[in-house]
């Protein structure tokens, strides 16, 4: 299943991308059908009511009453606008290991003798990447509470000036649990989406060389972007070998795969559950791919760029950059 979030004079609805193209409204169809109930009344509904829910979409999209198709283009919302946690990991480790290069080769470039400075720089150590990333899921709290979707304008913090995107993945959790093990800990995602990890760079570096983490450059409003659905394991013959690009004005930024992950969604499953519960409606952000946004590329967004992110079988997450309004 292909599942969306669309909104329509009521409110958000909870549907799904027919065969053949359009929205089913899934509330609709089920009534249409002699079934539904609460389990349709958004997503996190519909991951908390469970396998026999879940089977009983299935079922509607199968089946596709034409009646309970939306008119017309359905404007979608993130798929989950509110997911009860945010977390972004460093799943990805070579984009780790570029972006901390040309962390000192920023920093190089505003001395005298730049090359100099950044032999110093690398020989030090300190813009190596530290074997706990190997050793574990490294991750950090986003906010939750900023989520954007499809075709929404990102506007821009104007106590920044240095715009970029990420080209990221993540994970839903689809089954409360604690201590999951390795060989289920698949059973417990629910599906996949596309994420853009927005990044003020010139507010975050500074803080992140403080060692506090990436603090205000990574927490504004919509500055996490999910979308444009949510796609379930079924729909994947292997999750881990999917192609991953960025566009910019429809010009092509990034190029990447999810078959490099060092570490997988299951990995992070089983340590987040470690003695602890993990919960269902949780997002697990893959962190970036490698080549997986500006930074990396010595480039920058400006005002009034388009991003599209695309993840081969999920589809195209796209989002304008705007200024604020005087």
């Known amino acids: ?12 609805r909870l549907g799904a991308m027919a065969p053949g193209g359009g929205v089913l409204d899934l509330a609709g169809a089920c009534e249409r059908l002699g079934g539904g109930g609460a389990a349709f009344a958004s997503m996190q509904a519909l991951i908390d009511a469970g396998d026999g829910a879940w089977d009983e979409a299935r079922t ?15 404007r979608l919302l993130a798929p989950l606008p509110k997911p009860i946690r945010l977390r972004d990991c460093s799943l990805f480790l070579e984009h780790m290991e570029k972006a901390l ?33 190997k050793q574990q899921v490294v991750y950090y709290n986003s906010n939750h509470l900023a989520v954007s979707g499809p075709e929404v304008d990102i506007v821009w913090p104007d106590y920044s000036d240095w715009i970029d995107y990420e080209l990221e993945w993540a994970c839903v959790i689809g089954r409360t649990g604690s201590d999951i093990t390795q060989d289920r800990a698949r059973d417990h995602i629910f599906g996949l989406t596309i994420f853009n990890d927005w990044s003020a760079r010139d507010v975050q570096i500074p803080v992140m060389d403080a060692r506090l983490g990436p603090g205000e450059g990574k927490d ?16 994947f013959d292997d999750p881990y070998a999917l192609t991953m690009t960025a566009r910019v004005n429809g010009e092509e930024w990034s190029r990447g795969s999810t078959s490099t992950m060092h570490h997988s969604f299951e990995d992070a499953v089983v340590q987040f559950s470690r003695r602890k519960t993990l919960r269902a409606g949780e997002v697990i952000g893959s962190g970036t791919v490698a080549s997986g946004c ?28 705007v200024g604020r309004p005087a």
């Open 1 to 12: 299943m292909k599942l969306v979030t669309y909104q329509a004079e009521s409110g958000p």
């Open 294 to 321: 500006g930074f990396e590329l010595g480039r920058r967004l400006a005002i009034g760029d388009l991003v599209e992110l695309e993840i081969e079988n999920i589809g195209v997450l796209r989002n304008r950059v």
């Open 220 to 235: 504004f409003d919509n500055g996490n972007g999910l979308g444009p659905c949510i796609a379930t394991p079924d729909e």
């Open 101 to 133: 290069v040309q962390m000192a080769r920023n920093l190089a470039a505003q001395e005298p003798d730049p090359e100099a400075a950044f032999e110093g720089l690398m020989a030090s150590g300190q813009y190596d990447l530290k074997p706990i990333f």
């Open 60 to 74: 509607v999209i199968a089946k596709r009453p034409d009646e309970a198709m939306v008119s017309g283009e359905a």
